[in-house]
């Protein structure tokens, strides 16, 4: 879901302005028409000058460096370096000449409403939306850069542009004579751009799109140069630590700061309120006191020298527990239908047989290694923003309603960010940094500790899922039925007024929706008092291993293979409607294609040693079609080893191979890490997780070796970021039933085959 | 009284509180930012540096326990603008993703291969440090590779 990660209404009407950069080279940025001056940095507003340094897609400098801009948060999903190669591609460049520069986030002033305009589109990181959002645009700006180049080319040899082609920097005549991008560069940067979109190449001519191709700045991150947003630094600048009400709505009851401003380095000590209690959370998540000091050790020991006396709220009683009971009593009551098709209550009638189950899923912190920062620079007419981001739009919007700033003076930079999963899609800690700095009246760098993150994170939701199944004599499943009580992913959350209820929670069109006759998807929201948020492919994520493990729980009590009866229910290929998130439709024959593929190379099927077991699972996520095979062994006193663990996705036309890998091997450790161990739980209001010890992440012990199979495919791309993860958990459970006969329907799996 | 080290091959001196953790003195006060805080309690190795050839986690090691001694960091571990063969390695193998935690693991990687010049899979698994984007199967290969290339120097 990509909530809060696209910022601007854009204008898809772009085009291409070109500029002399400062070195006299090209720079070809993709932006609306009457940023043409702005992209040059002509214009007089700072946000324009900014963009006039990085701010263009190409630039050809007379030495012929082939700089090209990423506009990109890059988080881990590796856009730094694909995005880069859409436009390399059709720039018809070699990637060994190219330099990939990050480019700012590029909100420009603008003289129409509503006074700014994005020079780069869109540019945060969620819903795995950058390589379809840049598929057809970035491609576009680099084919235009290459347009300007032949028509210069065409105009120095007085020679009809038809005749000249391109090829790795330089344009080649038909009659063998060639001119370097560099030596073009000056004239191409004077010509008009063309007014529409120019043709792109033939599929079959690319030549770094489908290549392998290692992350762009491997070189800064192995030297330790690579910049990341905690990293960022500006002269004077002070660094703040918070004291966070550890219960929801919660306040300060009373302060004693008098140790805590003994402490050598630390300059100041101030309350900052939280959000309203019931309101929504739009701003920060928690009432404080921030410590403000010359370096964080101050701000540490400063903050450990506090007396506070927390007021709790309304929930500070409650705890996880508690939650479970109430979800479990929920679903003795009808809730909000998302989806009915059919008669289920009558499919239930006339069943042969009913299959019922109740599948458990916990609570999630997102954990990113580096916690959530961020460094603001407020000089009263301007803020510069140096943080780890995946929505720079959000951030942009929250220091202007927080300080009255236009948009365009507010300056953010995006540096590398060590890890996202969707925690940055809040802004929170963007807001803490605007309250802690007009207060303190210098730059701060509001740093959060891994204490802080576990306990103040915008936590996945908690989920009691009942899925019933029912059989016909034959063992045909005839009707299907997915209740879910959970906490509401909307609940609390600001600019989700407008949403359905169950958004988050409930997959209405996800597979087996339509492909059962009778069928029918219940939202029952119970409530505990934390902030939801979105959680690596949140809604496939939390939907795919119940409705998984159930599809082999009703394949074993059909007496069918379950892969036999997944391809069964998806039935002949074929596009069904999918309204939400990676719609607008889901391709049955996709899911079956993964699955058959993960099938085959695990050799699904093939005898297996005493207590090995082999599961499947598959999901389509966003767009994009993924399935695991997962071989376990499980010893006899519940020891749990992966012995293989297959991944075969299908994102559509491959961009990069290699970082494609990385996405589906890395979403499976996470899935694994994740569905083995870890999970947030509450007690008398208060999070019980502090540190790693108790939201223990996979060690490299446990890591197995992941093998992903990529379906070739000329079909548009989709994302990849998100689309490895939901299958494992559920996959890992089949496998383990399949080891052992034992169904675990509840994650963490933890000690529960031991047990 | 200052305390005094070497850091990254030069001297340095430290006057501040000596109770500071080595990792906040590198990021605060010696504007070395490889070396990433993590956890802050020296479980995850995102802040692993050598002391004395030896990796430590600097979020837990107080600046009055170095004094006198050789820290090395990831900005000081290539020989100029060639690489060590442990971050040769991690380039080759494409390991990193959002790469935050990668500065810790190849500090600690190269502190393995300094006691197991031919690592087996089960000395790669004594490695704790955490990798929350699962780039563990590469960090392997990466390993693997940097050993071969460093056994077949020393051959």
Redesign the interface.
Known sequence: MSAGGRAIPLSRREFIAVSMSAAGGLMVSLCPARWAGAAAGTADTPGAAEAGRLGAFVRIEPDGRIVIGARGC?????VRTSLPMLIAEELDVPWSAVTVEQLPYGLVASGEAPGFKSLYGPQGAGGSTSIPDGWGELRQAGARARWLLIQAAAESWREPAARLSTHAAQVVHADGRTLSYAQLAQRAAGLTPPAGDVPLKERGAYRIIGQPT??AD??D????????G??G?VPGML?ALIARCPYFDGSVAELDDTQARRV??VRQVFPIPGPRAGAPIERNLAAGVAVVAE????AR?GREALRITWKPAAGAADSSASLEARALAALARPGTIAREDGDVAAARRGAARVVQATYTEPLLAH?????PHALLDLTGTRALLIASLQSPGGASRMISDMTGLARPDIEIRLP??????GRRLQNDFVAEAVLVAQQARAPVKV?W???DDLRNDFYRPFGVHRLSATLDAQGRVTGWEHRVAATARKYRAAGMEDEPEWIGCVDRDGFPAGCVANYRAEFLPVELDLARGWWRAPLPTFVAFPVEAFLDEVAHAAGQDPLALRLGLLGAPRELSYRDHGGPEFHTGRLAQVLRRAAREIGYGRKLPPRHGIGLAGHFTHGGYAAHAIEVAVTEQGGLSVVRCVCAADVGEIVNP?GLD??F??????GL?TALNLQITVKEGRIEQS???DYP?????A????EVHLIESQLPPSGAGEMGIPTVAPALVNAIFAATGRRLRRLPIGDQISA | MAIELTLNQRPVSFAGDPGMPLLWYLRDHARLTGTKFGCGIGYCGACTVHLDQVAVRACVTPMNSVAGRTVTTIEGLARGSTLHPVQQAWIDEDVAQCGYCQAGQIMAAVDLLRRKPQPSDADIATLTNLCRCGTYPRIRRAIRRAAARLNGERA
């Open positions: 890059e988080i881990g999903q590796g290692r992350v491997a070189r991150i192995v030297i330790g140069s690579a910049g990341f905690l990293d630094s660094t050598p380095g370096d964080f050790w101050s020991r954990a990113t290694m580096e916690p590398r960010v060590g890890g996202g999963f740093v500790t891994r204490e290699l990385a996405q091997m890395g979403g499976t450790i996470d890490s540190n790693f010890p992440l996979l060690r490299m012990a890591a197995p070796e992941v």
